[in-house]
């Protein structure tokens, strides 16, 4: 880890080194052609006209004339001139016509003498000498500046053998089963023959799917690290940036290079920028498709018993080109997840351990306030909780930090200074009373933590539920009431204000996305059935005629409908309970689980 640091940062300041080089370089390209220009300019100041020459010509004032053939100019030296390099520059206006004016003049008895030089190639040099010097460093600087850039040689290496901190499975949390199935390719790495021996086939190639920070670079290394392994890693990116041409020979070039280090682990992380869908042949595409077509060209290359295992990281593996997905090539797959319960545990413990916290801190009741984040949201909350407990001057991280970081994360900064009017705090107050009370009445969601109506990030207000469990599936129910709740901030503005607001657009956004997926997705929806509606290419919808998209506005509207009109029910029902809510949020602004709870005791 330190040695590729140190590597980076060697390239870092080379590179500063030459672009400063550079800088040079152009400042006196600069300065030379400023000079230049001056002193043509001082030239064109002495320069004598065409007609005084003639005059001078006439009157027997010049010794000798050369001509620059095809140049136009004419160097005229004066007779009482004494020394030899005073010349006059005149332009002339056409050089065939002036060689015979002066044969005239010859033959009229005018002694001149003309000289006529070929076009000089080394007068031109002699004169820019200086900016060919300069043009030819940029080109090379340039050049150099690419080459560093990694246009040449740009897989970096992780070499697993010689890191003392290499990572393993042991800085993996979570991920029983992923690191389970990791196993049996390290033992791969580690002991080919056996498997060869056998007539096992080890995959080539394994796909890894899941959302960015979900820690599969991090897997991928520790493959590496277990089976001491060199770990070459690439990002699919790199291979499209910059020129057209490039990906395909960056390819062939990571491959070569895996070659030799066998048995060792490619990683190209973020694999849907090369080998997404081939559709069209334009542009950029097509760059994509070199690429892409190397990289299958690759795959297919190299033997199992090279012992190069290709791992791939996408998010989004239904983007994928088909051909990628063949057999040989990337025909495994793995799913990694966003953490559960237990494994968000894990991956606190492992981030507070470089952290100061304080003794009373529950990471276990943070784990279950912060369902659905990844591995790296999770070190970036204790890392915003280390910086706010500075901010606080606190000896050590204490668990409003901590809290305050997760809130910080999920629903943005809070916003102190931020003035607002009585009439849009009472607004705040029952739209976020409405959720609370709502969710109350509701079977299946979940119970409020806190409802407070101190804007935070774009938010007005929020009300923040508990997640006690990780759920894998969702009911219908759940789906039904979670529109209710939703709604339940709207329907409180229309009771107690009389008026509706602004302020529930993301609730209304959620709410229909949340009835779409119903219908379209999960097939919920009695009157279309139980179809998926999710397509590809909405061309393909067309195969269900314009009908079925009908329905399903229709059944959309429904839905949304239904949930309102329930959120309005249970409110005026449980009108006195709104009123005392929202009235309390107004004086306090913000309240608890307990203080909530005490409203219905
Ligand atoms: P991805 O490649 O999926 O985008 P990374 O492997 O780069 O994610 O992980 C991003 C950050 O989150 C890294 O700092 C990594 O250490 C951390 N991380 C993610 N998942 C885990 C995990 N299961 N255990 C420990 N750290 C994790
Ligand atoms: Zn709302």
Known sequence: MKKEKDKQKQKNNLFTILIIILLLVIAVAVISYMFFTIKNKKEEEEKITYTEFL????????????????SGTLEVKYIDRENEDDVEKIMIPNSQAFIEFIHEKKAEGIDVHLSVVPSGFLAGLKANLLSIISTTLMVVIVVMVFKMQGLGDKGKVYDGVQNKSKVTFKDVAGLQEEKQEMIEIVDFLKEPKRFLDMGAK??????LCGKPGTGKTLIARAIAGEANVPFISMSGSEFIEMFAGLGASRVRKLFEKAKKLAPCIIFIDEIDAIGSRRTSNSGAESENNQTLNQLLVEMDGFETNDTIIVLAATNRPEMLDKALLRPGRFDRQITIAPPDLNGREEILKIYSKEKKLSSEIDLKSVAEDTAGFTGAELSNILNEAAIIATVNKHEEITMDDLEDAVKK??????????????KDKKLTAYHEAGHAIVSKYLETVEDVKEISIIPRGVAGGYTMYKTNEDKFYISKTEMEEKLISLLGGRAAEKLA???????????????TKT?????VVYGMSDKIGPISLRVDDVRELEFYGTEIEDEVGKEIRSLIETAYARAIQILNANRDKLDAVAQTLIKKETITQKEFDSFFE
């Open 55 to 70: 005059s001078d010509i006439e009157e027997g004032l010049i010794e000798s004339v050369k001509m620059t053939a095809g």
């Open 409 to 422: 994360v999920t629903v943005g900064l809070q916003k102190t200074s931020r003035v607002i009017s009585d």
């Open 497 to 511: 204000l009389d008026d509706i607001s602004t302020g529930a657009s993301n609730d209304l956004e959620v709410a």
């Open 202 to 207: 080890i995959p080539k190639g394994i796909l």
């Open 515 to 519: 009835a779409r997926d119903m219908i």
